[in-house]
């Protein structure tokens, strides 16, 4: 057998060498995420559900899911284990954003110092009253039969 014959097997081979060794790192990083969680941190599982951790056995946790309700779960129904400030503002809705005090306007007329209502006339987008459309159509026929129309 040639080189040439044993390249595509090769190729194939490296390549699900290479997937599977992704997927190991992940099942590792998540193994070690669930090996750390500890009583009192914020957790989301699998399905969506925020929860608090009260309890952790071998292969289950037992989370507190609403003031005074538990549920035992299995440890790889977890997803995630969230940090404290982003638990709490998922959960309890706190609104802490770090800002530097800086406020983005909502227009650029605001960043030139010059107001756009001071400058600008109001336009009316409303619809024009009958007798002005009546008029200029009076005017298109009157231009029309002096033959100064669409005639080149």
């Known amino acids: 057998m040639s080189l040439v014959t044993l390249l595509p097997f090769i190729v194939l ?3 699900m060498f290479l997937m599977t060794r992704s997927a190991k790192k992940k099942q590792q990083a998540a193994a070690q995420m669930r090996d750390d969680m ?6 989301r599982t699998i399905g969506g559900m925020y929860a608090t951790v009260k309890e952790i056995q071998d292969d289950t946790v037992l989370l507190e899911v609403a003031p005074g309700v538990h549920a035992v779960y299995a440890k790889n129904a977890i997803g995630a284990v969230l940090d404290d400030a982003e638990y709490n503002r998922i959960v309890h809705g706190d ?3 770090e800002t530097d005090g800086t406020v983005v306007p909502d ?3 605001s960043l030139t110092g010059e107001h ?13 009253a009958e007798d002005d459309t009546a008029a200029k159509d009076s005017e298109v026929k009157d231009a029309k039969a002096d033959g100064e129309g669409d005639a080149k």
């Open 13 to 15: 081979i490296g390549a």
């Open 38 to 43: 500890q009583p009192g941190t914020g957790v």
């Open 116 to 128: 756009a209502d001071d400058d600008v006339a109001k336009i009316d987008l409303g619809k024009k």
């Open 95 to 97: 609104d802490e954003l």
């Open 107 to 109: 227009d650029a007329s």
